[in-house]
């Protein structure tokens, strides 16, 4: 029998590990190519890890919960066919050590502090700190070059999932790092000695959380805890400023609903409202281009391409963003085709790592759930945010060649969540009106 090694995949830009959160096979279960063996997740998406070929599975490398990195060998398959490699008794070893935690092969077997210090210096630092804090690249490369220990790592409180070490939470370090000392590790925040970068948090009791009556303790998921986390952090970095304003998308509602079924029938995908809105936005981008932006401290990255993110729900209640990428060049057709392709899989659990990852600008719609209007956070690292309240019927003024009139009208609101760093009230507020003047200026006779 020819042994096959399985191998923790690539899953996207900057993406070194993921997490083996549950195995769906056990040694000696026969499975088929394309047979999901492994549930694994990253800080970016959950995902799944197809059988490479049909075969038996001879050894699980690795226990759930367990942190692999991208190119490991998590399990052995037996096929059929001659073993060309070497065997398995000569591959156990190296497999092991494979396996081996990552603060048993770099922790230093030094006997003092002082050694300890000296030893951690010299040595790159791993993933994890001795004690099994883990320690992304951007944190790794910031200790690097700040001469942080892995020692000192340790003592740094972690504000991320799991006790992770953020970058927000090294930078605070280092502005309170003395030449003797390190950040104290409580339980609870000391509030008297707050840094100007760390606000300090209310203290609330017991009896204030629970309000003295029954009550039911729900544990977040793993995914619901990013997305706070997420929250939390976005509000941190930016200045939030919220602008709104009214459009009347009389003409846009008309047309669609002309020629819906006929784009359906032709284009084999259903023509919602948002690949209309997508491509308004784009269009307003095109000319208001420092709104696709990120900052780097004091740098403004002006992004070339536009990625843009739609905000979807999820059947657990949670959130997630599949991108449409280079939106700017995509037709109608193209756009409608890829909102209901990435919105279906999305609530499937069946996106890939990189169709998550780089957007430049974000629409959440909260007219799916007749919300009017709503405050959106930004997604981090973009600088804005649309929000799409609910299409309704309303009386409004309009000019007629008899002077002005009431008519019944379909009014929406748009919001735009900015960030007031990089991103003044009217520049927000003239790419704003930008949108809606798209959405008003509709072309009801436009062909599809």
């Known amino acids: 029998m020819a042994k096959v090694e399985i191998l923790l995949p690539a899953m996207g830009e900057g993406i070194i590990e993921a997490t083996l959160t549950r195995w ?19 800080d970016k998406v959950d995902s799944e890890i197809p059988a490479p070929q ?14 692999p990195k991208v190119g490991d060998t998590i ?87 799991t006790g992770r070490i953020t970058k927000d939470d090294i930078l605070n370090y280092l ?5 003797g000392g390190v950040q104290p590790v409580t339980e609870v925040p000391d509030t008297k000695k707050q840094t100007p970068s760390e606000p300090a948090k209310p203290q609330i009791s017991k009896d204030q959380l629970y309000g003295g009556g029954d009550y039911e303790i729900v544990q977040m998921d793993r995914m619901r805890k990013l997305i706070a986390d997420h929250m939390v952090q976005s509000k941190q ?57 990120s900052v780097d401290d004091d740098k403004i990255i002006l992004k070339k391409n536009i990625n843009i993110g739609m905000a979807t729900a999820l059947p657990s209640g949670n959130l997630i963003v599949p991108v449409i990428k280079n939106a700017d060049k995509l ?28 957007g430049t600008f974000t629409i959440t719609n909260f007219g799916t759930f ?47 969540a900015y960030d007031h760093r990089v991103i003044d009230g009217a520049l927000g507020g003239m790419f704003l009106k930008r949108i809606a003047d798209y959405l008003e200026n509709f072309d009801s006779k436009r062909n599809i």
């Open 24 to 42: 769906l096979v056990k040694v000696g279960d026969k499975i088929e190519e394309d047979q999901s063996i492994a549930e694994i997740a990253t």
């Open 54 to 67: 049909d075969g038996v599975i001879e050894k699980l490398l690795f226990n759930e919960n367990d942190v």
């Open 75 to 161: 399990a052995i398959l037996s096929v059929e066919g001659k073993d060309e490699g070497e065997s398995e008794e000569e591959k156990a070893p190296e497999k092991e050590e494979q396996k081996k935690p990552e603060e048993e092969k770099e922790q230093p077997t030094a006997h003092t502090q002082e050694e300890s210090t000296s030893s951690s210096a010299e040595q790159p630092l791993g993933s994890r700190t001795p004690k099994g804090k883990f320690l992304s690249p951007l944190v790794r490369n910031i200790a690097a070059k700040e001469n942080i220990t892995a020692e000192e790592l340790d003592q740094v409180r972690g504000s991320g999932n």
């Open 175 to 179: 502005n309170t790092r003395t030449s």
């Open 237 to 293: 970095i930016s200045p939030h400023v919220t602008s709104f304003v009214e459009a009347d998308v009389t003409n846009l509602v008309k047309w669609r609903e002309k020629n819906k079924q006929r784009f359906q029938e032709r284009e084999n995908t259903k023509l919602t409202f948002t690949p209309l809105f997508v491509e308004a936005t784009v269009k307003a981008l095109k000319d208001y281009p420092t709104i696709n932006v």
């Open 331 to 358: 037709n109608l057709s193209g756009l409608a085709s890829s909102v209901n392709d990435l919105a279906n899989r999305a609530r499937e659990n069946k996106l890939k790592p990189e169709e998550i990852q780089g």
């Open 370 to 416: 007749r919300n009017i209007s709503g405050t959106p956070i930004i997604n981090q690292p973009q600088a804005a945010i649309l929000g799409v309240g609910a299409i309704t019927k309303k009386p409004a003024v309009i000019e007629t060649a008899n002077g002005d009139a009431i008519a019944i009208r379909h009014i929406m609101i748009l919001s735009l």
